[in-house]
């Protein structure tokens, strides 16, 4: 069992409804009890497409027993369980109903054509790493300085591991 972390998020309809949908479904694949998870931050779109609503994000931990690639094959099924089209099917950082990424797993290093953990740029996003700081402040490089406008406090962890 390995600790892996996973940042989310979604811009289009109930956007914490989606974020309560995926904590509920990634801790389904869960292995143990053990938890983390941040708390909801609003946050401007980035690379996205002109026009693109806000986003909700927020992070989790869980112990994971399954391979980082058993992973990806299941993170991607709940996003397309939630609709969001295969990547082969839509435009690069589209607004999406909800996104699933695989920000660490354990301290393996996984370097595959489908597949690169550490995520390669979670370090260059606010919005992975504050609310990555809320779980695992040890991963957010240490003079990382937060751009304030650019995330917001949106509502508590409890409401993503209410069940």
Known sequence: MEKVG?????????????????????????????LRVSNVYETEPVDCPDGSPGFLNAAIELEIALSPLELLKRTQAIETGF??????????????????????????????????IPHPRMHERDFVLRPLADIRSDLVPENHVFDQNATCPFADASLLTDD
């Open 6 to 34: 996973f940042s989310l998020g979604t811009n289009l309809g109930d956007r914490l409804k989606h974020l309560q949908r995926a904590c509920a479904s990634l801790r389904k694949l869960a292995a143990s009890g053990h």
């Open 83 to 116: 609709g969001r089209p295969a990547e082969s099917e839509r435009e690069r950082n589209a607004p999406r109903i909800i996104d699933v990424d695989i920000l660490y797993y354990g301290e393996d290093k996984v370097n595959t054509p489908t597949l690169v």
